[in-house]
């Protein structure tokens, strides 16, 4: 089975800098998916950026970006110049291909972020 | 456009009451997924459906029993609640892409979430 983790519960930055989650996964497949979803306060639960383990090039998606190690089985995200609305929690997901698990997503425990004006 | 719509969103049950979630999409997703989100554990898969009248386990299915009678409905039930069922409850979706008569596409789509149902039982 695979695992998720998530090894920052919280972290801050000041608005208008940089911070990167950190995202380790476990898993013996070598075609997989990874998604950071973000989660505000109003629960919803928010695509912000996927990466597919056979691409090389990491994702970006406007001001997020992703450090895919695949070796190391890292999957970071950074966010650059930080804004207000950025503070939420952040899960790091891992979606296995195999067909057989209906193409589940195993989530991490979540970084609670918070941005300081 | 409604995406994964959740009935109730909040709920107060009393130890041994039985009660269904249900969730509805809109966007013709084959597959459908239910999780529990409890503090410091992130969401934990229940159960989950790749098409209408097939459902099968996740990670923590004890207690919870799931139905897809209909392709845009999958329901959650609780016969007996817990305590330790206490949670918030949420519904996903995701779309596959079909060619040449089989998936060709799906794992990199996300899944839609719906906005959650918070469940406390006494």
């Known amino acids: 089975a695979q695992t998720v983790t998530q090894s920052q519960p919280e972290m801050s930055v000041q608005e208008a800098e940089t911070v990167t989650l950190s995202c380790t996964y476990d898993?013996?497949?070598?075609?997989?998916?990874l998604f950071w979803y973000k989660q505000p306060p109003s629960r919803q639960m928010i695509l912000v950026i996927r990466?597919?383990?056979?691409?090389?090039q990491n994702a970006t998606e406007n001001r997020f970006s992703v450090n895919f190690q695949k070796a190391a089985k890292s999957f970071s995200l950074k966010i650059s110049d930080s804004q207000l609305g950025d503070a939420a929690m952040y899960f790091c997901?891992?979606?296995?291909?195999?067909?057989?698990?209906?193409?589940?997503?195993?989530f991490g425990e979540g970084t609670q972020l918070t941005v300081n004006p | 456009n409604a995406g994964v719509t959740q009935t109730p969103k909040f709920r107060v049950l009393k130890t041994g009451q039985s009660m269904t979630l249900l969730c509805a999409q809109d966007?013709?997703?084959?597959?459908m997924y239910w999780y529990r989100q409890d503090p410091g554990m992130g969401l934990r898969l229940i159960h989950y459906?790749?098409?209408?009248?097939t459902t099968a386990k996740g990670e923590v299915p004890d207690g919870y029993n799931v139905s897809r009678l209909k392709k845009q409905n999958f329901l959650l039930g609780l016969e007996s609640a817990a305590p330790s069922q206490t949670s918030v409850y949420f519904c996903?979706?995701?779309?596959?892409?079909w060619g040449r008569g089989r998936k060709v596409e799906y794992n990199n789509q996300p899944q839609h979430f719906g906005d959650g149902t918070r469940l406390s039982i006494l």
């Open positions: 996903a979706s995701s779309y596959t892409l």
């Open positions: 990466q597919e383990a056979y691409k090389q």
């Open positions: 997901a891992y979606r296995s291909p195999a067909e057989t698990s209906g193409s589940r997503l195993t």
């Open positions: 898993t013996s497949e070598s075609d997989y998916y």
């Open positions: 966007m013709n997703h084959e597959y």
């Open positions: 459906s790749v098409g209408e009248g």
